[in-house]
């Protein structure tokens, strides 16, 4: 048995209105750390609420521990969530603020001390028990926020976009303590972000949302290298994959994708599943790193098309090449050629068979 259950969990706002989330079904573990990822107005907000009970739902079911919360009142259900506008009390100090859902429950004073200050450990913040908010930087602020998120000890921790109102740098230094804090509490959190960097960096699984559904559930490895949908595999990498409109031909007993300007022979594994698409166009994808070039007139394996480089930028550890295929523009990263000059002519090639090819009607990856 899961221990978190959404059950063609819906959402309208009105009677007729669309609906915001529709039938999502996910099944989260004891000890997960779960993001939502999604472009903003996906629904990712509208989720957690709705399990966090400040939201009620349309259709459907949320489970925890196998039995329904929708009857529970917020308070009731065991959930904690903080949010991206970190609202702590001016008037209060740190220790207060983070004492005062334990005096809600009218917890005992010498275990409110004890815990405060175990939650205020956890989020290194023992040092400032004493200031008011005031006295802090937004750092310092949003930690205050999660201790006082932990130390109800919640089933399940709601954190929504709670890095984003920080600057960039402390950001990422505050995602490895949120992982950190996670590991030590053995909490089962869902995080929500449209930020994919902060997703991959976090997460045991990214629920990728687009539109109010689920795109996919999986691991970032799983999501970035095997993306189910070509949303997936547009809104996950950066620079985001490229895509080519195609269609499969059959020539000589082999299936090309023949694009305007470019005729590709498709790699052997993916055979199969593209016959039925025969006389038909489809998407094909090649995320940037596995666009490969030749400066020498190479046509081997994965041949694609001769280009013109037009830009290159730099990265430091790589480069990334910007080219146009029919006037499209094409992004290369690239490891081997980084002193590349633009107006280079270069061949162009698919590297190891990785290019994806999504069905135009479901936009779901074929394979
Ligand atoms: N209280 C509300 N009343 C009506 N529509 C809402 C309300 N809250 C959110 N929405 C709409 O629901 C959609 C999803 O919003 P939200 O869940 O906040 O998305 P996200 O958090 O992914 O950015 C958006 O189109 C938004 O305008
Ligand atoms: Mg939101």
């Known amino acids: 048995m899961s221990y978190l259950v959404l059950k063609d ?27 939502f990822l999604g472009p903003s107005g996906c629904g990712k907000t509208t989720t957690i ?12 079911d949320i489970l925890i521990e196998g039995e329904s919360i929708l009857n529970k009142k917020p308070r009731d259900r065991g959930v904690s969530m903080i949010f991206q506008s970190y609202a702590v009390w001016p008037h209060m100090t740190v220790f ?14 010498d275990e409110i001390k004890k815990r405060v200050y175990a939650a205020a450990e956890a989020a290194d913040i023992t040092a400032l028990l004493d200031r008011y908010p005031a006295q802090m930087s937004g750092g310092q602020r949003q930690r205050v926020a999660v201790a006082r998120a932990i130390v109800v000890k919640p089933k399940i921790f709601l954190m929504d976009e709670p ?23 053995k909490s089962t959190s869902i995080f929500v972000t449209h930020d994919q960097s902060e997703a991959m960096s976090l997460a045991d699984r990214i629920v990728v949302m687009n539109k109010g559904i689920i795109e996919q559930i999986g691991t970032p490895m799983e999501v970035y290298h095997d993306s189910a949908t070509k949303f997936v595999a547009s809104f996950i990498g950066t ?5 080519f409109d195609v269609k499969i031909e059959l020539g000589d007993g082999q299936l090309n994708a023949v694009g305007d300007g470019f005729r590709y022979k498709v790699q052997e594994e993916l055979r199969e599943a593209l016959r039925p698409y025969i ?14 070039l030749s400066v020498d007139g190479n046509k081997g ?13 730099p990265q430091g550890t790589h480069s990334i090449l910007i080219t146009r295929v029919a006037g499209e523009e094409v992004k290369i990263m690239t490891t081997n050629h980084m002193e590349i000059k633009p107006n280079t002519v270069v061949n162009l090639h698919v590297k190891d068979g990785k290019a994806m090819f999504f069905d135009k009607e479901t936009t779901k990856r074929i394979k």
């Open 96 to 109: 207060e603020n983070i004492a005062y859902p334990l005096k809600l429950q009218k917890v005992p004073k």
């Open 49 to 60: 609420r709705m399990i966090s009970g400040l939201e009620e739902v349309s259709g459907g």
């Open 163 to 185: 890095l984003s109102n920080l600057d960039a740098k402390l950001r990422v230094s505050m995602r490895t303590e949120l992982k950190n804090i996670h590991n030590n509490e």
């Open 301 to 313: 394996p994965g041949f694609l098309c001769e280009a013109t480089i037009d830009f290159v930028e």
């Open 9 to 35: 969990l819906e959402k309208r706002y009105s009677k007729a209105g669309a609906l915001i989330v529709n039938k999502m079904n996910l099944s989260i573990e004891k000890g997960e750390f779960i993001v």
């Open 279 to 292: 006389n038909k166009n489809v998407d094909m994808g090649v995320r940037p790193e596995f666009i490969g």
């Open 239 to 243: 620079p985001p994959t490229n895509f």
